[in-house]
């Protein structure tokens, strides 16, 4: 691929003379008010690119359980659940409750306090690798900060990484997942920081192998366990099987990125699901139980790189690291009751359940619509390949890797994507724009039939305009 291949629409999306687009006008009147009024505040009149809609997306009021409102009051079965954050959907009573009495007792202290340890505790309780944790507070600041101990433990300087993963948006991986696959600087990166960064296919470990056996500057590999964009390409356990004796041959570490995956696959993430231990893993979303919080955890000589004690004591440069909101009491409750739920029930459960049921809904109704779509998705949540080339695959082919990165990532018809979203918001469901979506808890019968409808008169629309054949 191209440095400037990318599967990113382009911006604007030209959705002219599509009588599906004007009834979702007309039906979000209230929505287009706000958005025009975003624009003059805002880039693109957004503030976090996943929210980018066109010709606008919904301003949403409140929210409780699978649902949200907006505000022209149409009610939407809810997915995307604060990008992947509320496996428990909207405003769970356990961890509302642990929250608002913590706002009583203060929102920060500039100190330590206990609900830290106990937070720090739940982790190392549930997530194989953390013999050592040190929170943040967003998946960017993880990542950014796995990579720079790594590139202090082992005293190399390059990061191996795989096209298409999502690590966050800081320098060191802002190219490589939407575009610069080749390893280019995206605009903005110095061309230096871009070059200490190697790209690799996923699910190849030949030509892994290659990269960690010809290069003695490898310092880390990082990856997402489950594929790129949740599962949207997936990762087959004996490539990561492969890629943890790699690491241990040529002393890379192998990092796992479970800001969205920690916690869905399996109480201890898909490192338990698979059996397959990092050296470091980073996780995010519900670690947090919804509200800002995030953490690198791993082995506990690899994050000594930070205790003041131990540089002491080695004679080595400390790693520098702060942040005003490092566990914050409120955050620490939210998470120590999110947890709690996690550990003690069978929510993950729950969830790949509702998801696999989502998803052989979805595939009944697309073979009896005659469309050559295919929904699939493992761990609790669900894509839809638009599969634009029509070919003759099925859920069980993609989810066992038959299929390419580029393949599963084929550009498609922008518009056409663009309106599948909108088709269904039009229906009253919303999912993220890949399209798919991770699932919750929440989640109930009636939303699965609800969600399963909304794609099936998506599809007619479609139809009706010529859009679709």
Not at 325 to 345: E, Y
Not at 390 to 403: C, P, S, W
Not at 404 to 414: C, E, F, I, M, V
Not at 452 to 457: E, L, N, V
Request: one cysteine or more.
């Amino acid at each position: 691929m191209s440095s400037q291949q990318t599967t990113q629409p382009p911006c604007p999306i030209n959705l002219d003379n599509s009588p599906l687009v004007d009834a979702y006008c007309k039906k979000t009147a209230g929505s287009i008010v706000l958005a025009k009024r975003a624009r003059k505040i805002f880039p693109t009149g957004i503030t976090h690119d996943a929210r980018y809609i066109e010709p606008h997306g919904i301003y949403v009021t409140h929210a409780d359980g699978s649902h949200k409102w907006d505000v022209d009051g149409n009610k939407y079965v809810d997915y995307p659940g604060g990008h992947g954050a509320l496996l428990l959907g909207h405003n769970p009573p356990a961890v509302l409750e642990a929250v608002q009495t913590q706002l009583g007792k203060g929102m920060h202290y500039g100190a330590s306090h206990e609900l830290e340890l106990e937070w720090g505790e739940r982790v190392q309780q549930l997530i194989p690798c953390a013999e050592s944790i040190r929170f943040n507070n967003s998946g960017t600041e993880a990542t950014m900060l796995a990579m720079r101990l790594a590139r202090a433990n082992t005293g190399r300087e390059k990061i191996l990484r795989f096209q298409g993963h999502f690590h966050g948006w800081h320098d060191y991986v802002s190219g490589g997942f939407l575009n610069h696959y080749d390893g280019t600087a995206p605009r903005g990166v110095p061309v230096g920081t871009a070059q200490t960064i190697l790209h690799t296919p996923p699910n190849d470990l030949a030509a892994a192998a290659a990269i960690l056996r010809g290069s003695n500057d490898i310092a880390a590999m990082i990856l997402e366990p489950t594929g790129s964009t949740w599962g949207q390409v997936p990762i087959q356990p004996t490539f990561l099987q492969g890629l943890r004796e790699l690491a241990t041959e040529t002393g890379t570490l192998l990092i796992f990125d479970e800001v969205i995956c920690g916690f869905r696959c399996s109480p201890g993430g898909a490192q338990q699901a698979y059996g397959i231990t990092p050296d470091m893993a980073t996780l995010g979303k519900i670690i947090a139980g919804g509200m800002p919080g995030a953490a690198v955890v791993g082995r506990r000589d690899i994050l000594a790189g930070m205790d003041f004690r131990q540089a002491a004591q080695d004679g080595a440069e400390k790693i520098f690291h702060m942040g005003t909101f490092n566990a914050t009491p409120t955050t620490c409750a939210a998470g120590i009751a999110a947890l709690d739920i996690v550990r003690d029930t069978d929510v993950c459960q729950q969830a790949i359940d509702y998801g696999d049921a989502l998803i052989n809904g979805l595939n009944e109704m697309f073979t009896a619509e005659g469309v050559a779509w295919i929904a699939y998705g493992t761990f609790g949540g669900f894509h839809v390949f638009l599969n634009p080339q029509q070919l003759a695959t099925n859920r069980a082919e993609i989810e066992a890797g038959v299929h390419s990165y580029a393949t599963l990532k084929a550009p498609n018809d922008p518009a056409l994507a663009m309106k599948v979203r909108l088709g269904v918001l039009l229906h009253g469901v919303d999912i993220q724009g890949w399209p798919g979506s991770p699932v919750s808890t929440a989640h109930t019968p009636e939303d699965r039939e609800q969600t399963i409808d909304a794609f099936r008169q998506t599809v007619g629309l479609l139809r009706e305009e010529g859009a679709l054949a």
